[in-house]
């Protein structure tokens, strides 16, 4: 579905969906083939280069875990500093293999993490990742599913992380249905996307099958603005984002 207006695509079809699933799939398949000692010590010492990323290795003790720009969202979300101290349910969605609340957890109090990707089955077999690792400890619950029907009680969480995953989903507004349904009153939203328009150069040069959600920041707005009260929001410009590319970066963090 093509919302003229504010130049976004929020709704694709299923085929496209599956496309969009299969190369997610591929690409971290790949990236996390052969994780071991050897590609820690790699990370280890790839990280003295850049002492920002080794105090944040050291300080989260989390060198095996992998990295998809985690550090980067806290960066910009200025270390969660706005949520409350302690959590009593949490769920990412999208959480991919690495996941945000490995870092959200060490700043908050999450007594009960739970995180869910259609992909889940697949990462949950990777090797020295936070999500295969903190699973088979029992230290996180995790499920095959996706956003548009995420499969637990309405105001179960207290705390709702959906971090640039909006872009690879079938129905992005279903998303937000569902995320608000299942979110507690006076509940946190934590919530980032890489954004493009349909009149963005970019869109032209880069849409691909992984990628057929295409957001706008009125979108967003009309969305968010409605149902939360703001707690943290901004729109980073074109030279902040992590590829130059994308004309903004959209964080918010709401309450319910």
Known sequence: MINNDAKSITKTTEETW??????EKNTWVLINQRNGILKILYKFFKALKDPKQFINYLKFKDFYCGNDWNYWWM????????????????LEIGSGP???TRL?????????????????????NFDKTYVSEMHK?????????KGEKIDFPDKYFD????????????????????????????GYLVFGQDLKDLGNSFHHEDIDVGHPIILHHKTL????DANYTTVFKRLLPQDETR??????????????
Do not use: W
């Open 159 to 186: 705390l709702v992380i959906c971090n640039n995953v909006l872009d690879h989903v079938e129905d992005a507004e279903k998303c937000f249905s569902e995320m608000y349904r299942v979110l507690e009153d006076g």
């Open 221 to 224: 707005d009309g969305i968010l």
């Open 137 to 145: 400890k029992g230290k996180i619950k995790t499920y095959v599913g």
């Open 18 to 23: 599956v496309k969009a699933q299969g190369f």
């Open 243 to 256: 590829d130059k590319k994308h004309y903004s970066v959209y964080l918010f963090i709401g309450k319910k």
């Open 98 to 100: 690495y996941s945000n």
């Open 75 to 90: 960066d910009k979300f200025e270390n969660y500093k706005y949520l409350p101290k302690k959590i009593k349910r949490s």
């Open 104 to 124: 959200i957890s060490k700043i908050v109090d999450i007594n009960d993490i739970h995180c869910t990707d259609p992909l889940m089955a697949d990462y949950r």
